[in-house]
């Protein structure tokens, strides 16, 4: 009896530590699926005469399944761990890594959209300048004052990130001939429209030397973009302010190198009108 207990015993210890490892039950089952597989489908082949090809798919699909299912449930608790710890991996590098995912993103888009080129001059958010070079992390802008037209010397370093959250403006038309507009203001003791036809002949005087161009890039432009821009006739618009004041608006379509030339030039022809104007009222008053 004592013998029968201890063989007895021994196997249950054996079979326990058998079942404890996952591998050997793993082995030995899917021996076992596979063997009760080869069984069947060697049935099928002596006995069917018609649709064997069928059958034999039908039973190595499922067998497939089962095999799947089986190996799911015993490594379950594993498969588990594992895609909690990857899935707590990739959130830990997606987090640390957020910001050049993103650079990387907006460096694809750039490529893919093209929506400018080495050169050209641009707006991207608040910012101005002109693309010096890009790479997968950022954007190198050479700064431009967009009032003036003039480099100041600066150099911008935009993360590419902000060209998918910012709006993107190509103003490379800006870098030889640009739309300026400038605006006077002054108190309303005089009329701008006694002088207004002498500015417009001053105006088109200053812009005579380069109209042939103007009118052949104007129409360049508005053919690449398909829309109607003012100009290149300069253009002078008188309004008022909320204070009552004089507001004399300009806007000239000229070469960018020369657009604060032409500007000081008929600041200085509106002042010395209006001024002269102004000298003569009290005598029209008398």
Known sequence: MSTWSEISENLYHISVLAFDNKFLVTFLFVGFFFLIKWLIIKRIIRRSTEGKRLQINVVNNLFTLLIILLIFNIWSEEIQKFALSIAAFIVAIVLATREFIQCFIGFVYILSSRPFRIGDWVQVGNYYGEI??????????????????QYTGKTLYLPNSQLITSA??????LKRYAMHHFTLVRDDSVNPFEFIDELYENANLYCDDFKDVAVRYNQLIESRLDITIAGPEPHIQVATSELGHTQVFFTIFCPTERAMEIEQKLTGDFMRLWFERKALAPVDAK
Request: hydrophobic share 40%; aromatic share 12%.
């Open 168 to 173: 993107i403006k190509n103003l490379n038309f």
């Open 132 to 149: 010096h070079s890009t790479d997968w992390a950022k954007l190198t802008l050479l700064e431009v004052n967009i009032h003036d037209y």
